[in-house]
């Protein structure tokens, strides 16, 4: 994975919002930590997460998943979500994802923003 010049710029808005006590907001929680690599298409940073909710893992065609991600059974449930999110390796050892969400009212509202993702 590169890194882009701008994610300081990123990270110092992570911070703010992670600094005000406001309800967790799905969209902005996407904007600020998936975007940056989880584009409308798939792209060979990210696999496009339009449609995600209910999809079953790792089955777009047009993403090289790892095996880690690929050697996974089953759909992505809130439950699978939620468990990826909040930790990526050890939901699946060997995946590319690293980055998860580590608080949980923060996972729950992303995974409400995804499922608005068709
Ligand atoms: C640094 C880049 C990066 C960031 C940031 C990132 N992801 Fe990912 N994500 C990936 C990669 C790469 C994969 C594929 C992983 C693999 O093949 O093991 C992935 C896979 C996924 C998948 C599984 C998709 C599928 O088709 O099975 C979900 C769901 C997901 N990411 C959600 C998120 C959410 C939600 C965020 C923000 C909280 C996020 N990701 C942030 C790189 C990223």
Do not use: E
Request: with cysteine.
């Amino acid at each position: 994975m590169t890194r882009h010049p701008w994610l300081p710029a990123l990270a110092l808005g992570v911070a703010a919002v992670a600094g005000t006590a406001q309800a967790a907001d799905g969209a902005k929680i996407f904007q600020l930590q998936c975007k940056t690599c989880h584009g409308a298409k798939s792209s060979p940073m990210a696999p496009s997460l339009a449609g995600v909710a209910g999809r079953k893992i790792a089955s777009l065609a047009d993403f090289a998943y790892s095996t880690g991600l690929k050697g996974k059974d089953g759909t992505w449930t809130d439950a699978n979500l939620d468990a990826y999110l909040a930790s990526p390796s050890k939901f699946a050892p060997g995946t590319r994802m690293t980055a998860g969400v580590v608080s949980a009212p923060d996972r729950t509202a992303v995974i409400g923003y995804l499922k608005t993702l068709k």
